[in-house]
T-cell receptor, first 112, second 117 residues
């Protein structure tokens, strides 16, 4: 069974601060996806990374896939209250086809 | 563009009653379809997935069942609800990429909040 561990589980910061969320596993994934979810809504895809060492930027968000494709990080620069939400990482296993393994999520709160 | 719909948005049901949640996708053909359950503020647990009409794979033994009567319709059902069935149910779709070892991006519906009393 593939597992993804996210840390921290909860994060509360002030507007303007930087933060990093981690997603780690002992398993290799063919791809890693990051989602953001707001209360009462479905998760919305932020990015998909597929190559070891890959870095993608989405405005103030920077996503990195580990060289060994076992871990990923999400870094937010100058966080804003609109960044508040549940951040979920999800890994696609090399043998699991189209199924994703989800982490338990990081609940981020950015206070004005 | 593709859209995914789920209904109802909210449901309150007594223990022992039946359940039917519906999910439909528009704007794509032969999608892979998924049902997930999410506990409050936590990750997603895959319940069922389907790669075609009538093809259902169950990930965990439970009180629920799924059916895919049409290409873009996915239904989650139960004959008798349990208290433990309460949760946020999410439907998702993906289109097979066709490349080996590449997991398809999944797109989620708005969810159904189920409360069993």
């Amino acid at each position: 069974t593939q597992l993804l561990e996210q840390s921290p589980q909860f994060l509360s910061i002030q507007e303007g601060e930087n933060l990093t969320v981690y997603c780690n596993s002992s398993s290799v994934f063919s791809s890693l996806q990051w989602y953001r979810q707001e209360p009462g809504e479905g998760p919305v895809l932020l990015v998909t990374v597929v190559t070891g060492g890959e870095v993608k930027k989405l405005k103030r968000l920077t996503f990195q896939f580990g060289d060994a494709r076992k871990d990923s990080s999400l870094h937010i620069t100058a966080a804003q209250p609109g960044d508040t939400g549940l951040y979920l990482c999800a890994g696609g296993g090399e043998t699991s086809g189209s199924r994703l393994t989800f982490g338990e999520g990081t609940q981020l709160t950015v206070n004005p | 563009s593709q859209t995914i719909h789920q209904w109802p948005a909210t449901l309150v049901q007594p223990v022992g009653s039946p359940l039917s949640l519906e999910c439909t996708v528009e704007g794509t053909s032969n999608p892979n379809l998924y049902w997930y359950r999410q506990a409050a503020g936590r990750g997603l647990q895959l319940l069922f997935y389907s790669v075609g009409i009538g093809q259902i794979s169950s990930e965990v033994p439970q009180n629920l069942s799924a059916s895919r009567p049409q290409d873009r319709q996915f239904i989650l059902s139960s004959k008798k609800l349990l208290l433990s069935d309460s949760g946020f149910y999410l439907c998702a779709w993906s289109v097979p990429d066709g490349r080996l070892a590449i997991t398809d991006t999944q797109y989620f519906g708005p969810g159904t909040r189920l409360t069993v009393l």
